[in-house]
């Protein structure tokens, strides 16, 4: 590359190798078994134990597993090609016109399911 003024030294480019270590942990282990976004897992039964205190997510379920025992739901499969049923979270807030709260309420329903899943 030439250098900046007139007359200046040309000037070496260097290229840098992009390694495994600029990777997340979490991207690392999908793709490393297969698992896209949105894919269904398989863990075997006995192979994981539900975590009930300390979790770490919000998730629906949360479980400790080995890594080796977790299997990606082939997409040719029924199962593997489904899409989970949405849920959808309705909140609704009434406030007076000092900004306090009047009332509340939450409607919870699910994709598929005639009746609401949950109401407060």
Known sequence: VPGAGEGAPAREVQAVATFEANIPMILRFLVDNDLGGGRWMELPA????????GRLSGAQLE??????AARAVPLDEEAGSSVPPVRILSIQTLADADGALGAAAIA?????????????
Do not use: F, I, K, P
């Open 63 to 68: 479980v400790v597993a080995d890594a080796a």
């Open 46 to 53: 006995g192979a994981y134990s539900s975590v009930t205190e």
């Open 108 to 120: 919870l329903a699910v994709e598929g399911s005639a009746r609401l899943h949950a109401r407060a």
